[in-house]
């Protein structure tokens, strides 16, 4: 009976040492940051044709992303139209805070640079890297004497292409 305990416990003993080596080479939850937090196409903003409102888009979006990114609700809400504003800040609100509580960081590039407008609109389809894969995501924008500023930011279907109105 006794070699037998032994057995036993040397069978516990080595099953806690192999649990003990699985649990010490999973990540941390640091580590389990999937995507990257920068945006995944470089902006070379230095060639022809590239406006100074193109820049300015440019800017809103990274300024919007890179608000996600560092879970700052208020830099992404005042990045919103007032009237798209009161549509969506709960939404972003609540998606920062998912985003926060899980230390995710959503990756993100153009697809195309963005179509701006004389009339003081414009249009952008950015793809979107998380943890779970990638989105299609829409961003429309329109010029206030403020700067530019987001009025619309919706997943589409990857082959659904929205024109500005």
Sequence with gaps: ?????????????LALALFACAMEIKPTPESMVTTSP?????LDLSGEGYT???VAVRGVITEYWGGFNSYDKERVLALLTPEYHQIRAERIVSD????????VKLGWG???????KPEGTAQVFI???????????????????????????EEVEKTELTPIP
């Design 96 to 103: 920062i805070g998912r985003l926060k509580l899980f230390r």
């Design 52 to 54: 100074q409102e193109l």
């Design 1 to 13: 009976m006794k070699h037998r305990i032994t057995r036993l416990g040397l069978g516990l003993l």
């Design 38 to 42: 920068q945006p995944f196409s470089t």
């Design 127 to 153: 793809e979107i890297r998380e943890p779970l894969g990638t989105r299609r995501v829409e961003m429309d924008f329109q010029k206030r004497k403020e700067g530019w500023r987001i009025t619309f930011v």
């Design 110 to 116: 153009e697809e195309a640079p963005p179509t701006v």
